[in-house]
């Protein structure tokens, strides 16, 4: 049962461009959602986040929009920069005391220049 | 501040020998959660630990495997006469307080068993 999804197993984009990263999720309980960058031999790296009671959170060049309605999350990066090549997991929590997280499979994002 | 350090990173074990992974979260952090990568897959949470406790072990093989927190010294996951299934990269995360913290991730152990 899986219940959070990243549909698309890798992305490339040129650099400087925008690249945007999606996740759906079946679980209507969960209400906080994070983004985790990892490079290879190396572990996840915390990107951002955003609670169920938003529907965007900025940090920099990286952006992440929440539809509750559709269950869909996105992260845009722009520009996209050659060292944002990586795999990029989101993943999910229910907020009942452990905050374990469910991961979504990854998206190979590659940055071409 | 030293982040999350897990060791040994690499780890050899023959089949029906035994696997001790350590982990020492982050300064300061007294929330420990061990999280499983096999090939291909996302991370699958396995165990959450707070010192001398194990608040949810739902992920937890039933068989084999368990994780400590001692009150002193790195948390410990165990796991007991290794199958080639049990190949994977093993997590470390860990966090200040429970709830809304930012859990940050240790470099992982690779287990492989022959």
């Known amino acids: 049962d899986q219940q959070v999804k990243q549909n698309s197993p890798s992305l490339s984009v040129q650099e400087g461009r925008i690249s945007i990263l999606n996740c759906d999720y079946t679980?209507?309980?969960?209400?906080?959602f994070l983004w985790y960058k990892k490079y290879p031999a190396e572990g996840p790296t915390f990107l951002i986040s955003?609670?169920?009671?938003?529907d965007k959170n900025e940090d920099g060049r990286f952006t992440v929009f929440l539809n509750k309605s559709a269950k869909h999350l996105s992260l845009h990066i722009v520009p996209s920069q050659p060292g944002d090549s990586a795999v990029y997991f989101c993943?999910?929590?229910?907020?009942?005391?452990?905050?374990?997280?469910?991961f979504g499979q990854g998206t190979r994002l590659t940055i071409n220049p | 501040n030293a982040g999350v350090m897990q060791n040994p990173r690499h780890l050899v074990r023959r089949r029906g020998q035994e696997a001790r992974l350590r982990c020492s979260p982050m300064?300061?952090?007294?929330?420990v959660y061990w999280y499983r990568q096999l090939p291909e897959e996302g991370l699958k949470f396995m165990v959450y630990?707070?010192?001398?406790?194990?608040?949810?072990e739902s992920g937890m093989p039933k068989e084999r495997f368990s994780a400590e927190f001692p009150k002193e010294g790195p948390s410990i996951l165990r796991i007991q006469q290794v199958v080639r299934g049990d190949s994977a990269a093993y997590f470390c995360?860990?966090?200040?307080?429970?709830?809304?913290?930012?859990?940050?991730f240790g470099p992982g152990t690779r287990l492989t068993v022959l």
């Open positions: 993943a999910a929590s229910v907020y009942k005391g452990a905050q374990k997280l469910v």
């Open positions: 679980n209507s309980m969960f209400d906080y």
């Open positions: 995360a860990s966090s200040p307080a429970r709830g809304r913290d930012t859990q940050y």
């Open positions: 955003i609670s169920s009671i938003k």
């Open positions: 630990l707070q010192k001398e406790n194990i608040i949810d």
């Open positions: 300064k300061g952090h007294s929330h």
